[in-house]
């Protein structure tokens, strides 16, 4: 059996999180139905870009594809507009966590509030951290996006960087060397992000943009 097939059968009958994941709710403001084990297995090989996002989401869940929902189909627009026509034959969609983490209350008094997805808990992140770093291996990208501030601080952990008081304007439009990858820190693209409510981020994020575009150019991963 190669590499890839072993490492997506791997991921596909990966169970950790199985009794953290029964105690979750795949949407409250729905039902009570716990979430199930259901990692998001893309199909893993060798491609220029890996994209890094926090972890899987209520989209996500139902169809078994990555990023499928609002975050993704932005995420998708904009690098369409950067260049890259063919996203999934040129981008590894991955995240930091592989198995949707479910959605809580918005406000924990007021059900009718709406819900929204649960940030991983710390052993979920554990769990996965040898998955990821499978992934990096395999896909062997060029250029690594990480996409808000929760993949950026699981990079940072994986370089042995500092991950305390990490704000997100320090790291959106610039770029690090990371082993022969380059690193580029996208913010999250969700409805739901507030960096991009504000002005200036909104600038960083343009510029973020131009640092990928050129640096596909340059690695000659699409043409001017």
Known sequence: MDIYKQFDDDLRSCKKCENILSECFVDPCKSIDSV?????VSGIRQKPILLMGQAPGL??????????GQAGKK????????????FDSL????????????????????PSSGSEDRAPVTEMIRNCRPLLEQQIDLVNPQIIVTLGSFPLKEYLRLSDQRTSKIKLDQYVEKSEAWDEKLIIFFPHTSGGARWLNITSNKKLFIKAQTLLRTALIDKDIINT
């Open 36 to 40: 199930k084990v259901k990692p998001i």
């Open 59 to 68: 989209t996500e869940y139902e169809t078994g594809k990555p990023y499928q």
């Open 75 to 86: 995420i998708r627009e904009i690098f369409r507009g950067i260049g890259i026509e063919d």
């Open 91 to 110: 981008v590894y969609s991955s995240a930091v966590v592989k198995c949707y983490p479910g959605r809580k209350y918005k406000t924990k008094d007021m």
